[in-house]
């Protein structure tokens, strides 16, 4: 072989290393990155009242309040996408489902809606992340807006552990338990300190910050999608930093402390004890367990 034939083999050899690197980092480019947004009315920016925009069928403000959240859910899958997401979906979490439309919701995301959904809401192993939109803080909070824990009449306090958890917490926990991080969420200042408190290194999107439970400053609409667009392309790019929640691996008891409106009788049963006349306590062996017991009544 001659010098010239060499320097061509070696740099055939060389094209065929850089080809095969590129196609590489297509791969890598390419792997699947399937993220489950939970999505609420409550952290939504411009909500600050629940008779007046957040009950379907009855609130005056209800179209409004549903053309809010949808513009902010179509921004953070705008941002997932360009943050390489492959498969969006987008779960109607706010009062059994009544709020988004296949009409208006992003054309590249799947909706799940409709009730019942699974207590872990399809959650399952096969997504990389979980997102909320529109998310407010535990039950209690000091200037969360229109803050509660699942029923606003219902739940004064909840515990995982002795740790004070509302919506944010159990699901960060529930998605922990299926291996999926939480990396991102839009909301109030106080839930976004409560997501950050789990998940330090959390993008959030601040879209309204609250001086009262019904009251606080807003970000206009688009800034507030403009905001919630970057912080979920963010999010998902540097979804590798990001490990699931795992603190709550072992035993976990729920304990469930009702206001007085909400007083409930639960049948006691293995893992279902009462503790005082408002607190209840429900043990499994891990988060998911325990919080199907609770889920049960
Ligand atoms: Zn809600």
């Avoid at 824990?149 to 909840?158: A, E, F, K, P």
């Avoid at 049948?267 to 325990?290: C, L, N, S």
Wanted: aromatic letters at 6%; one cysteine or more.
């Amino acid at each position: 072989m001659s010098t010239l034939n060499l320097g061509r083999l070696s740099r055939l050899v060389l094209l065929g290393v850089l080809a095969g690197s590129v196609a590489l980092a297509r791969g890598q480019a390419q792997s699947p990155k399937k993220v489950f947004m939970i999505t609420d009315l409550e952290g939504v920016s411009g909500i600050f009242d629940t008779d007046l925009q957040c009950m379907p069928g009855t609130s005056p403000r209800f179209e409004e309040a549903r053309k809010l959240l949808s513009g902010e859910v179509n921004a953070a899958v705008d941002g997932l996408l360009e943050g390489g997401a492959t498969d969006v979906v987008v779960w109607d979490g706010h009062d059994g489902s009544q709020t988004l439309s296949v009409l208006d919701i992003h054309p590249k995301c799947r909706l799940l809606t409709g009730a019942p959904v699974s207590p872990t809401f399809e959650l399952d192993g096969t997504y990389s992340a979980v997102v909320f939109i529109g998310q407010h803080a535990m039950a209690g909070t000091a200037k969360g807006i229109l803050s509660h824990s699942y029923s606003s009449l219902g739940v004064q306090n909840m515990w995982v552990n002795g740790k004070p958890v509302g919506e944010i917490g159990v699901r960060v926990m529930l998605a922990g338990y299926f291996k999926v991080p939480v990396i991102m969420l839009s909301g109030d200042t106080a839930a976004c300190a409560e997501l950050h408190e789990l998940v330090p290194e959390a993008e959030c999107a601040e879209v309204k910050s609250g001086v009262s439970r019904t009251a606080g400053f807003m970000l206009p609409h688009p800034t507030a999608c403009a905001l919630i667009r970057e912080k979920a392309r963010r999010a998902l790019q540097r979804l590798a930093e990001f490990k699931p929640y795992t603190m709550m691996s072992g035993p976990v008891e729920v304990k469930i402390e009702s206001t007085t409106r909400g007083v409930h009788s639960y049948r006691p049963r293995e893992g279902v004890e009462q503790v005082d006349e408002r607190t209840w306590v429900f043990r499994g062996k891990d988060i998911v367990d325990a919080w199907l017991k609770y889920s049960a009544f």
